[in-house]
């Protein structure tokens, strides 16, 4: 059956500028996670949702950063005013609830001019 | 601070050789411990886990530990193979989060 999918694979963009990450988990997940993982280091928590709701979002780096899942499905996670700083790789994952086992999509890899 | 330390890597092996992959964690509770691989090219995949003191993970020949009073998780096997090269996380969950907190990663490198 199909994974977790993420788009765009790769995308580059200029200081300042509005991104859009899109995740579609695997069908029949009900949690949803985003990370995020500098080079050279390991994935860190950004924000997790059960259902449409974030459930937990400490792992946000400031108010720059929003993720809505707004029909318990495809989520999209949309960071304003990018800096430089935010180039990393942005992971996604989904699993079928708590406390099971966390998929991971193959990422998207985001350059800030 | 991180609370899941791996030992640094790269490593570097040869075919057959005997891996070790240290991991510690810092944590209250009994968290879960998990292990992932990175496959060149491809996303995160779970290796093994165990949710409890004294579990054994074990998977692809892979097997790890959960050694409470030691705090550890460490990654063995006892005949690595060329494919096994990849990049190895280890990764806690405590009771009442979901959230997944990595080690920084080790490299395997395994030449024929």
């Known amino acids: 059956g199909a994974g977790v999918s993420q788009t765009p694979s790769n995308k580059v963009t200029e200081k300042g500028k509005y991104v859009e990450l899109r995740c579609d988990p695997i069908?029949?997940?009900?949690?949803l996670y985003w990370y995020r993982q500098s080079l050279g280091q390991g994935p860190e928590f950004l924000i997790y949702?059960?259902?449409?709701?974030?459930?937990?979002d400490s792992g946000l780096p400031n108010d720059r950063f929003f993720a809505v899942r707004p029909e318990g499905s495809v989520s999209t996670l949309k960071i304003q005013r990018t800096e430089r700083g935010d180039s990393a790789m942005y992971l996604c994952?989904?699993?079928?609830?708590?406390?099971?086992?966390?998929?991971f999509g193959p990422g998207t890899r985001l350059l800030v001019l | 601070g991180n609370s899941v330390t791996q030992m640094e890597g790269p490593v570097t092996l040869s075919e057959e050789a005997f891996l070790t992959i240290n991991c510690t964690y810092t944590?209250?509770?009994?968290?879960?411990l998990f292990w992932y691989v990175q496959y060149p090219g491809e996303g995160l995949q779970l290796l093994l886990k165990?949710?409890?003191?004294?579990d054994k993970g074990s998977n692809k020949g892979f097997e790890a530990t959960y050694r409470k009073e030691t705090t550890s998780f460490h990654l063995e096997k006892g005949s690595v193979q060329v494919s096994d090269s990849a990049v190895y996380f280890c990764?806690?969950?405590?009771?009442?989060?979901?959230?997944?907190?990595f080690g920084k990663g080790t490299k395997l490198t395994v030449n024929p």
């Open positions: 994952a989904s699993s079928f609830g708590e406390r099971e086992t966390q998929y």
């Open positions: 069908s029949g997940h009900t949690a």
């Open positions: 949702f059960q259902g449409t709701g974030a459930a937990d």
């Open positions: 944590a209250t509770g009994y968290p879960s």
């Open positions: 165990a949710t409890k003191a004294d």
């Open positions: 990764a806690r969950r405590s009771g009442g989060s979901e959230k997944l907190v």
